[in-house]
């Protein structure tokens, strides 16, 4: 069983920033990638962010430069610092950790999301 709790959304104007935090705990596989998703109403949950357990990191056009992905593999915990928000950047954002056992199995487990709103 794993957890992944979120914190640090909220409310901003445009053209501020925050900082997500995910901390993970219990039983988590390696290799893993963390990753971040979104979610705006009516939309497709969307991914913004992947770190992998090398800190590798990968982005979509839409955030690339203005966001930034990070972990602390000590205390099994990513980051997202976001800056220059967009409006459009407004959406549930949701943490995924996925990582596969000794014997080839993968797992997906998610956080239960924290609202980033970006509006003037």
């Known amino acids: 069983q794993v957890q992944l709790v979120e914190s640090g959304g909220g409310s901003v104007q445009p053209g501020g920033s925050l900082r997500l935090s995910c901390a993970a705990s219990?039983?988590?596989?390696?290799?893993?990638?963390m990753n971040w998703y979104r979610q705006a109403p009516g939309k497709e949950r969307d991914l913004v962010a992947t770190?992998?357990?090398?800190?590798?990191?990968n982005y979509p056009d839409s955030v690339k430069g203005r966001f930034t992905v990070s972990r602390d593999n000590a205390k099994n915990t990513v980051y997202l610092q976001m800056n220059s928000l967009k409006p459009e950047d407004t959406a549930v954002y949701y943490c995924?950790?996925?990582?596969?056992?000794?014997?080839?199995?993968?797992?997906?487990?998610w956080g239960q999301g924290t609202q980033v709103t970006v509006s003037s």
């Open positions: 219990g039983r988590i596989f390696s290799p893993n990638t």
């Open positions: 995924n950790l996925r990582h596969r056992s000794v014997f080839g199995r993968w797992y997906d487990d």
């Open positions: 770190i992998t357990n090398g800190d590798t990191t």
